[in-house]
């Protein structure tokens, strides 16, 4: 089985790419559980202040319950809504919250 090795970023350039988009999968980089609910918390958290993660934390029993009776999708789907709804887009691309 042969694998196929990719530069390393430093030997990249982002020459040409401006339009391009990045897809990685970031599940057990950041913490060592794959649960992707404290990812959505802290961003909960960065864009909303302490409303939002609290309204995500009231919503978690929901998706617990679609997650794994109904479908992994729509428990993803509701940590998403709960995580993003009323943000304005500007502020999700610039990386800066409004509780900042």
Do not use: W
């Not at 391009?20 to 980089?29: I, L, N």
């Not at 992707?36 to 998706?63: H, Q, W």
């Amino acid at each position: 089985m042969d694998t196929a090795t990719f530069p390393t970023v430093d030997k990249c350039t982002s020459n040409g790419r401006e339009k391009h988009m990045v897809v990685a999968d970031m599940d057990g980089t950041l913490l060592r559980g794959r649960s992707s609910f404290p990812y959505f918390a802290l961003i909960a958290f960065e864009v909303g202040g302490i409303l939002r993660l609290l309204f995500l934390l009231l919503v978690t029993p929901l998706v617990g319950l679609l997650y794994y009776f109904i479908s992994e999708s729509a428990g993803i789907q509701v940590l998403i809504f709960a995580t993003f709804a009323g943000v304005r887009v500007s502020e999700i691309e610039s990386g800066q919250g409004c509780a900042a």
